[in-house]
């Protein structure tokens, strides 16, 4: 009896420490001088776990829907900052920083605007009055804004929102020139995904965010939000000189939303890897002094990835039992460690790098020949994989991801 009621305790004793998880990452995070980061909803303030979590943990909160349009200016001229103020009320109190996100964007704007027709005085009308009135509201308590996010395409051409439909390109640096009239405190960013390491659009990105330093834009960085496929692994030294060439431009380079996704029940080798992933990324971090690196979220409990990439998960560094997974325990070691050195990537063999042969997409062939005539009828893809297609991909034409 004696023993059964010790293993009892033992194992509600470990749990408790896992539970906890008095990882304290933030204190960690301090010791190093970065910012750790989440984004949260208002709505998980309210669960005791998480805010144990969060405060335990993270020294840095970004409003994960609360400062978009739909939610702060859900009709034309009413404002609506309940949402947004129990965050920032709540990072005020836990001494957290604050990220506002975001001004600008192709998505998640209230019908009015999003069916918005006018003409060009007034669209500028229209966005500054939206900008002077939310980075004034948060002048001195929003520390970080994304200006602008996403702004563009697959291909590296600039998108075409709403906004460079109404007032044209020179949208981005107007919103810039406001939100620092605003604030002339904050620091501004762009935000964008798919430019964390080179390409196409990682290129376009740098010369459009050199074009807006050279015009005297006053933009202090760029975010790279870093969402990834667990199965793509980043390339450090790659990371490493993405992050370095846009610090020569004067800039703060910040992990603004990283979170790597996992397919199906994630093999032990899956869960390896994306340990791997969120720890080499910190290491970067801390040997090029990037100030802040924000997770998408807590725990997979509330992560977006799901309802995004149907059959993806396990994303976030605390898993949906609030439990610290790989990933967790791999970047406090990193944080706990000595800083990493920029020579680590510099004195690297790139050339190697690059020649090293990428990992190939699973590939099969279709048991008959499919016709492409927008129907999935029964039968005609078997034997094929399927890889998801994000909503963003296709710009606001679909929400949900494809397979
Ligand atoms: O507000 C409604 C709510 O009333 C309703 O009950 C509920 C039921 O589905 O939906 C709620 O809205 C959802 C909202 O999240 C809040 O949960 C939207 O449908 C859903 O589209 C929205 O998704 C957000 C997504 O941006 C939209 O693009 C995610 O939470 C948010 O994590 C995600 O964040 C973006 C960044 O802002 C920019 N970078 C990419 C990143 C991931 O897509």
Known sequence: MKNILGIILFVLGFNCVFANTNLNLRKLAESKGIYVGTAIMPSHLEDSKLVDLLTNNFNYLTPENHLKWENVQPAKGVFDFSGADKIVNFAIKHKMRVRGHTLAWHYQNPPWLASLKTDKEEAKKILKNHIMNVVG????????????????????????????VLIGEEYIELAFRWANEADPNAKLFLNEYGVEWFGAKADAFYKLVKSLKEKGVPIHGVGFQFHIDGQYAPEPVFVAMNIKRFKELGLEVHITELDVRLRGTPSERAIEQQARIYSELMKVALAYDIPVYVTWGVTDKYSWIPSFFSGYGYALMFDDQYKPKKAAFAVSEVL????PKKSLYEDSDTESVIKRPLPPFRASKAKKVPIIDGEINKGEWDGTYAYSLMYNQLDTQDRKSTR
């Not at 002048?139 to 200006?147: M, Q, S």
């Not at 590296?156 to 460079?164: D, K, T």
């Not at 706990?336 to 800083?339: D, F, I, K, P, V």
């Open 137 to 164: 509201r948060y002048k001195g308590k929003i520390a970080d804004w994304d200006v602008v996010n996403e702004p563009l395409d697959e291909n590296g051409r600039l998108r075409v929102n709403l906004w460079n």
């Open 336 to 339: 706990a460690g000595e800083r």
